[in-house]
């Protein structure tokens, strides 16, 4: 008896329970062959795309660690087999030009003000449009629409003068202003539309919580658009970092960016490659950096309108 009753406990324990999966037993689905080919033929694609969008960028990192006369003489990529040429006495001697160096935190000096003052006037004026009621909202933001319509070569002169008038031509706080301005209508028209995606449920409970309206934006909105603003913040630091043509009207020799002197380097010594690789590969670098930095963001940011 007590052998019969000591086989049915032995079962019932052997016996996995309903609901139940015993580790041990799963097995991951196997991928079949077609997918397997499809996905190695899609990532040898896109690593030979990366690969050809690098290419310029390395030849340029190369171009400035060879010297002139290994530049003229032979490409770039000679220096793939011969690494024995490379060396930092470009980058050393245009850390030692004081124009150059000075162009640069010119450059920092017009971009890192220009990007935060843009971010805020349009996440301010974004919520107001998105969530906030008062008299010509709407005809409001319709002008600020009609606003990306309007070429920058169009506001130069008359621009040029108003700051003349104002003391603010040629300098650099007068190339900041005029970025500003220019960046404030796509810049509000994105956050806007963003804004107006978040639910009215959630700012409804927070105003029945008794939370103001500084109070929603700050601790709710913000950050339920940092992905929105992270890449908003990228695509206006690397327009300004990048410009020439506004700097070069707007600012003169005392606060012109590094695009500005290096064109005019190219101007006074022609194909004068000790100089411009090392400073272009300088003025790449860091846009480079900056978007690598908030990467996860600004993927974020291009993918949140695709998946709700």
């Given at each position: ?12 324990r ?12 799963i ?24 690969l ?26 000679q ?74 070569q ?72 940092r ?82």
């Open positions: 008896m007590t052998t019969i009753q000591d086989a049915a406990v032995s079962r019932r052997a016996k996995p329970r309903p609901g139940k999966i015993r580790p041990g037993k097995r991951p689905a196997k991928t079949p062959p077609t997918k397997r080919v499809g996905r190695t033929v899609i990532q040898a694609f896109l690593l030979i795309v990366g050809v969008w690098l290419t310029p960028a390395a030849g340029l990192f190369l171009s400035s660690l060879r010297t002139e006369e290994a530049n003229a003489s032979s490409g770039w990529w220096a793939l087999t011969a690494p024995g040429q490379l060396s930092f006495d470009n980058y050393t001697a245009l850390l030692k030009d004081s124009g150059i160096t000075q162009a640069f935190w010119n450059t920092v000096l017009i971009s890192v003000p220009t990007t935060i003052a843009v971010v805020v006037i349009a996440a301010l004026a974004g919520y107001a449009f998105a969530w906030l009621e008062f008299p010509g909202r709407d005809w409001i933001f319709l002008l600020v629409v009609a606003m990306l319509v309007v070429p920058v169009i506001g130069l002169l008359p621009v040029a003068k108003l700051f003349g008038a104002l003391g603010l031509f040629g300098s650099i706080p007068g190339v900041v202003l005029f970025h500003t301005a220019y960046g404030l209508p796509f810049a509000i028209f994105l956050l806007r539309n963003y804004f107006a995606e978040i639910p009215k449920e959630m700012l409804e409970a927070a105003r029945m919580d008794g939370g103001g309206e500084w109070r929603i934006f700050s601790q709710l909105v913000l950050p339920l658009g992905p929105a603003i992270a890449s908003l913040a990228i695509f206006q630091f690397l327009w300004v970092w990048n410009d020439m043509l506004v700097a070069l009207l707007f600012a003169d020799n005392a606060s012109q960016p590094l695009t500005v002197a290096l064109q005019s380097q190219m101007r006074q010594f022609g194909s004068n490659i000790g100089v411009l690789a090392p400073g272009a590969f300088l003025s790449l670098i860091v846009p480079l950096i900056v978007f690598f930095a908030f990467q996860r963001h600004f993927v974020q940011g291009v993918m949140a309108g695709s998946v709700k």
